[in-house]
């Protein structure tokens, strides 16, 4: 094992990288740390939570192609066996499936400019009214997600921002900075609470918002995962997270789990209300996870590692498997992101998954097949964050180019 000895007092922020021309990119987040063997996870039953939904993004993400194509076809099914003369007349009468789509057709339509660093992180509010962006320059963009005009321009933080997060009324915007801080932002006017959070001892890498808005978790390069109560805006609960840097954390679509990964190639899932471990998932090539997020379902966790894999986990049955992996796009040194999205019309409808890559590209592929889909192209510099519009069929990026451009599928 290797040992290497990190000073973070005389490091720049390592979200960041010196371009040629004098300014700091956003952000590399390379791990060469002292990484620790994966621990046992204690014993616990994990209860699969059934999901609700009018649409589920990831609803495709099952084990095999089969299943997903088939979770989105009406059951038609009947209680009792059908004699044969019955079994024609459906048969003739029935319209043929059609047929799932093989490729996507996402077209860039506004490149929006105004940051002066590179950006780490773009988010559709969860009403798809705006899109937030934030920079190694320090400042939040609040952008209108149709016209694409800015709306505000939020300043407080005295260092690069690497997370966002919104709240489910779209009403507030948290960040977490290099200041070692996290701020809450009014929307409409613009404004910070005059409260901020204090209490990470170094860079905040990942926000998440719960379900209620009620409280908000963070994960920083002081490998520690803090539970907020955003009212009284003080910690409700630290996790012993990690034995490095913390990249990335979420809740689960009922608010009672967390996923945090780090990257000593470990992926934990926590009880929200006690704070117990109750997973602890880990890839045999042990990567670090620079990201994570539950699938809209609940039922799986898609992670981004620093060996140009993207894996879907199971973490319900058994102690947590790989089911998926995606690949085809570059990822070795920084921390990019992305998300779940839909592609077809209901009730026929699919998942895909979409991530930045470190080859100037967006890559979208199929989360059954695993297929690629397709490959945006129009960025000039490493895409670190990619999202999805939660009703219409757009997608928002934003890299190291300092552009937050907007796609839409013809």
């Known amino acids: 094992m290797q040992y290497v000895t990190i000073n973070i007092m005389e490091e720049p922020s390592p979200k960041r990288r010196r371009s040629e021309d004098g300014y700091e990119e956003s952000p590399p987040r390379r791990r060469q740390i002292l990484r620790s063997p994966p621990n046992a996870s204690p014993q616990y039953r994990l209860a699969e939570r059934p999901a609700r939904r009018s649409y589920s993004r990831a609803d495709g993400a099952d084990d095999s ?3 997903l194509d088939h979770r989105f076809y009406r059951d038609r099914r009947s209680t009792e066996s059908p004699s044969p003369s019955e079994l024609h007349a ?3 009468l029935t319209p043929p499936l059609p047929e799932k789509p093989t490729q996507l057709r996402y077209r860039q339509k506004l490149v929006l400019k105004g940051h002066k660093k590179g950006i780490s992180a773009v988010k559709f509010s969860p009403d798809g009214r705006w899109i ?3 920079s190694a320059d320090a400042t939040i963009k609040i952008w209108d997600s149709k016209t694409g005009k800015l709306e505000h321009t939020l300043e407080g933080h ?3 921002i690497s997370a966002i997060s919104w709240s489910p ?3 507030i915007l948290a960040s977490g900075s290099d200041d070692k801080s996290i701020r809450l932002w009014d929307v409409a006017t613009g404004q910070a609470h005059p409260v901020p959070l204090l209490g990470h001892h170094n860079y905040i890498y990942s926000l998440a918002f719960s379900p209620k808005g009620n409280m908000l978790v963070s994960g920083s390069y002081d490998e520690a995962v803090f539970l907020w109560d955003v009212r009284a805006a003080k910690v409700m609960r630290s996790l012993p997270a990690h034995s490095d840097p913390v990249g990335g954390v979420d809740f689960v679509r009922d608010g009672t789990l967390i996923v945090s990964c780090a990257s000593d190639g470990l992926i934990r899932v926590w009880d929200t209300a006690t704070g117990q471990c109750l997973r ?6 042990n990567a670090p996870v620079t990201s994570v997020y539950f699938s809209p379902n609940g039922k799986y966790v898609l992670a981004w590692t620093l060996d140009s894999c993207i894996r879907l986990w199971n973490y319900v049955e058994g102690k947590g498997r790989c089911v998926k992996t995606y690949q085809g796009h570059t990822n070795k040194k920084y921390s990019i992101s992305g998300a779940f999205g839909v592609y077809g019309y209901p009730p026929y409808q699919y998942a895909f998954v979409a991530s930045g890559s470190e080859d100037k590209t967006i890559v979208l592929w199929d989360v059954g097949s695993k297929n690629v889909m397709q490959r945006l192209e129009g960025h000039v510099g490493v895409v670190l964050g990619v999202d999805t519009h939660p009703i219409e069929p ?14 839409r599928s013809d």
Do not use: F, M, Y
Request: hydrophobic content about 35%; charged content about 30%; proline content about 0%.
């Open 169 to 171: 009324d779209s009403k």
């Open 280 to 285: 602890t998932l880990v890839h045999e090539d």
């Open 394 to 407: 757009v997608i928002v990026s934003g890299g190291a180019d300092c552009t937050v451009r907007i796609w």
């Open 158 to 160: 005295l260092a690069g």
């Open 65 to 67: 192609e089969d299943a």
């Open 90 to 92: 459906r048969r003739s």
């Open 132 to 134: 937030a962006s934030c």
